[in-house]
């Protein structure tokens, strides 16, 4: 029988958490003992330095052939709102970051119908000449399949040509539920999960660091969101090239998803952090999406195992489009503060958590 004092010794003993026993922490109402495990994990792992990185979001186009249920960003082409950035537009936000300060670009969008995949790989060619101070993280498993069928190219072909044109590593998104049934409700236009994995798989294989995300708060069970951290720490034992794993708290107030869906509250958010970083013993780092989350409740995460605030970020399109609160972006003396504020040691990091500058 499961008991949160067997569950507790085993990870004083260091010891792995099972499934059933993550879905038992799950149904548990102690939110506080919950997190102070994860804490305990996360003092292990990170001592008491919480990371960020001074970064920019790029999105190239919002027109997409996927209209998924709970995406709020996604355009068809000549509808309002729709757009699509020339590259000497990317280029220009691409100098203005590296201008700025920033170490890293992460690249996101649509999946265009009429873009080719050599728009890709000259975005990639050209943000490298014009800032290349940049480290550039772009792209989700999604849009790599998508990149393989316009170009009839292998994965492997797209991750040798995409990394020979400048691609640095992958942000992890399009992950959303993994399990098979949830994911027919939410995204049936998507890539199934197991095919998220292999891709994923191959870009560890081509010598790509990844992170990994998890979209909650909506249609899935606590047991779907086990079954998904369980795929992602199977894949990560095999691999070891998953960095981060960050939890997407869902929002609903733009979305098509509806179905009485009122999106996640600050204790579910809170539980999810802390049993991700208790559950993924082989991962080093859980993000607190500050997007997501707003700024408070991520601060407050970094008690409950989370060792990192993701960055400045700049204009954040896709969560804001679905009805996030939070700023679009904080200043570098901001996110130190809210660290500093927790008690914790802010760290700034490059995209592969080489830390540039200790404060």
């Avoid at 804490?39 to 330095?49: D, F, M, T, V, W």
């Avoid at 009429?114 to 800032?131: P, V």
């Avoid at 700023?327 to 503060?337: A, D, H, K, N, Y």
Wanted: proline fraction near 3%; charged fraction near 25%.
């Amino acid at each position: 029988m499961t008991t949160f004092e067997a569950i507790t010794a085993k990870i004083h003993a260091g010891r792995r958490v099972t499934p059933d026993e993550a879905l038992f922490l799950f149904e548990s109402n102690d939110l506080l003992a919950i997190g102070e495990l994860a804490a305990l994990i996360n003092e292990r792992k990170n001592g008491r330095n919480v990371y960020f990185n001074v970064n920019r979001h790029i999105n190239p186009t919002n027109i997409c052939v996927n209209r998924c249920a709970f995406c709020a960003f996604s355009r068809t082409a000549g509808e309002d709102g729709a757009y699509t950035l020339a590259l000497d537009e990317i280029c220009r936000r691409a100098r203005e970051a590296e201008g700025e300060g920033a170490t890293e670009v992460h690249i996101v969008g649509g999946l265009h119908p009429d873009l080719s995949f050599e728009f890709y790989e000259e975005a990639l060619r050209s943000i490298r000449s014009t800032a290349p101070g940049l480290h550039i993280k772009a792209f989700t498993a999604v849009e790599i399949e998508y990149f393989s069928r316009i170009s009839s190219l292998s994965i492997e072909q797209v991750f040798d040509r995409l990394i020979s044109a400048g691609l640095g590593s992958m942000p992890g998104g399009g992950a959303e539920i993994l399990g098979e049934t949830v994911r027919q409700k939410i995204c049936p236009e998507k890539i199934s999960g197991a095919h998220w994995l292999e891709i994923i798989r191959l870009a560890h294989l081509a010598g790509l660091k990844t992170n990994a995300t998890m979209l909650y708060g909506h249609v899935e069970t606590a047991a779907d969101r086990v079954e998904h951290m369980e795929m992602l720490r199977t894949l990560q034992d095999e691999t070891v090239g998953f960095q981060a794993f960050i939890p997407l708290a869902f929002q609903s107030e733009n979305s098509d998803l509806k179905l009485d869906i009122k999106g996640t509250s600050g204790l579910d958010d809170l539980k999810t952090l802390a049993i991700a970083r208790i559950f993924l013993d082989n991962f080093d780092h859980i993000k607190a999406y500050w997007i997501m989350l707003g700024e408070k409740i991520a601060q407050v995460s970094l008690a409950f195992g989370v060792n990192d605030l993701d960055g400045t970020v700049v204009e954040e399109k896709i969560g804001h489009d679905a009805g996030a609160k939070s700023p679009q972006s904080l200043t570098t003396e901001g996110i130190i503060r809210l660290i500093r504020n927790a008690g914790k040691i802010p760290v700034e990091r490059n995209t592969l958590y080489h830390p540039i500058r200790t404060y």
